[in-house]
């Protein structure tokens, strides 16, 4: 019933499916949906809950990345590695029905979303406002670790939500999970980010931040 309901859900989205084609997708009796999970909505929340625990992979890729690596140089390069493979599936089998869930609840939160959050994205935002604050400086205000982690994060997903436009105007490109592209990618990110975080500490320490002079300290 779940890999039926992974299949149509992505197919056709959640307002989209039905309780019965899942049922008929998994060759089972008509009521099994309601019988077994009690109904669509509670069989969508198991999925994500699974989607979202299996990407978490039990340690969030900020636990990861400060576990494997000593400098916060380092442990930013892991962070961005770990964030990178898990959303693209690099190292593991890559299932594009899944990514299309992960879309569409995007798009159209659900209810079940703010308990996702809770539980697996923000133990994962609070490690990675760690290795940026140790990147950073005391300096930094909550509001300087959220754009830059959103700055960081950004560039690691522009790939899955605009690949349609990006194969597009750069024809030819190989796609992220083939050999090297995304070990390439990852240094990219990587270089890039670290020299516009040192760029903003330097603006911190130096007082020509907007989030200092707003406050006139």
């Given at each position: 019933l779940l890999q039926a309901a992974v299949k149509v859900i992505a197919e056709k989205g959640y307002h989209?499916?039905?309780?019965?084609?899942?049922?008929?997708?998994?060759?089972?009796?008509?009521?099994a949906v309601n019988y077994y999970?009690?109904?669509k909505e509670k069989l969508y929340g198991q999925i994500l809950e699974l989607v979202f625990q299996a990407w978490a992979s039990g340690e969030s890729a900020g636990e990861l990345s400060q576990r494997e690596a000593h400098t916060p140089d380092e442990q930013l390069y892991a962070y961005i590695r770990a964030f990178f493979r898990r959303s693209y599936g690099i190292g593991e089998e890559y299932d594009?029905?899944?990514?299309?869930?992960?879309?569409?609840?995007?798009?159209?939160p659900s209810p079940f979303l703010d308990r996702i959050v809770q539980s697996y994205i923000v133990p994962d935002v609070d490690s990675f406002h760690g290795i940026l604050a140790e990147i950073l400086g005391p300096r930094a205000t909550n509001k300087v670790l959220t754009d830059c982690g959103c700055s960081i994060v950004g560039q690691i997903l522009y790939y899955a939500y605009l690949w349609p436009i990006y194969t597009r105007v750069n024809?030819?490109?190989p796609v992220i999970q083939s050999e090297g592209v995304a070990d390439e990618l990852i240094d990219h990110v990587y270089r890039f980010s670290l020299n516009?975080?040192?760029?903003?500490?330097?603006s911190l320490e130096n007082g020509t931040h907007p989030c200092l002079t707003k406050t006139g300290k």
């Open positions: 989209g499916a039905t309780a019965q084609e899942i049922c008929q997708r998994a060759e089972a009796n008509m009521a999970f009690g109904g594009p029905d899944i990514a299309t869930i992960i879309s569409l609840e995007m798009a159209r024809p030819g490109f516009g975080l040192k760029g903003v500490r330097d």
